[in-house]
């Protein structure tokens, strides 16, 4: 754990520049959401510290440096290490592209073999049992079954559900305008039981988040403000408990179900990839395994010489 301590300790002042150049760069080029962001700058910061403390610098970095770094690392998870020497691959196109580097240390080295575990998914009867587990009696149950029932519709981010406002939402057309990862924007449908709640919580249950001064924040906390994405997971967690689903679920578990159930439905894969805002089909397809497991699970159930 001593390798885990060092690598909190800050780089220096020109490290930081050269690192939030990078970062500059790349925001205005691939319009990056604040946590990838905030992950890129975590990332390059160990790293940068790292070498400091092995007498080395970013410009100077050799393959020899960048291996021995990621075995200081390897203790994190296989897809840690992946993610930490795309962060620092990055770094170094956008310097050698630059001129600020001569050269790219990271070229020769190999990035870790990821498996691909299937997404954790939820069936329909725990959807349902997760739906009904809000008190829709009391304003906050109201609000909460409101955002299950667009998220579980919709497939959104969640960053992207507490993010809403009035604005984007077309209740006459049934569709939200999300505007997703890279500022890119798309239409998702409601469907009618999503518009159902929807309706009811904006005149009976919205306005009583508001003391005076109301804004456009969709789903408000109590104090009139937009939720965050934590507190928004603490939500589903404990629904998930009510509902008696014995599983560790989080906002994007439902989000993998809306993909899922789509497909176990007979929707279009290319249709699922616009409706998630995947920018490639391949992101996407991690779906029909899931789908295919699912079929492979019924008929081992249900056939007889399953």
């Not at 510290?49 to 690392?73: C, F, M, N, P």
């Not at 691909?116 to 349902?128: A, F, G, K």
């Not at 995947?278 to 991690?286: A, L, Y």
Request: net charge positive.
């Amino acid at each position: 754990m001593k390798a885990m301590t060092e690598l909190r300790v800050p780089p220096s002042e020109g490290s930081r520049q050269l690192i939030d150049g990078f970062l500059d760069a790349i925001w205005m080029e691939r319009g990056l959401s604040d946590n990838t962001l905030a992950a890129y700058r975590s990332d390059l910061y160990a790293y940068a510290a790292w070498l400091e403390k092995q007498k080395g610098q970013i410009i100077s970095a050799r393959t020899s440096d960048i291996l021995a770094y990621l075995s200081v690392v390897c203790e994190c998870s296989v897809r840690t290490v992946a993610r930490r020497l795309s962060s620092i691959r990055r770094l170094y196109e956008y310097l050698v592209r630059e001129g600020q580097a001569g050269h790219d240390p990271t070229a020769r080295v190999e990035s870790p073999r990821l498996g691909r575990p299937l997404p954790l998914s939820m069936t329909e009867t725990e959807v349902e049992a997760l739906l009904a587990a809000p008190d829709t009696d009391i304003a906050l149950g109201f609000r909460d079954r409101t955002m299950l029932e667009v998220l579980y519709a919709t497939g959104l981010r969640v960053t992207e559900l507490v993010g809403l406002t009035l604005q984007q939402v077309n209740l006459r057309q049934g569709v939200v305008r999300v505007i997703g990862k890279g500022n890119k924007e798309r239409l998702v449908p409601l469907g009618e039981e999503a518009v159902v709640w929807l309706e009811r919580f904006l005149t009976q249950g919205r306005p009583a988040f508001f003391k005076g001064n109301a804004n456009d924040t969709l789903f408000p906390t109590m104090r009139g403000r937009a939720m965050t994405r934590q507190s928004f997971w603490y939500i589903i967690k404990r629904y998930a408990r009510i509902a008696g689903i014995n599983k560790t679920l989080s906002p994007h578990v439902l989000r993998h179900a809306f993909a899922t159930h789509l497909l176990n439905h007979g929707a279009d894969l290319r249709v699922v990839q616009m409706l998630l805002g995947h920018s490639d089909i391949s992101t996407t397809q991690i779906y029909t395994h899931i789908a295919r497991e699912r079929l492979k699970d019924l008929h081992a159930r249900h056939h007889p010489r399953g």
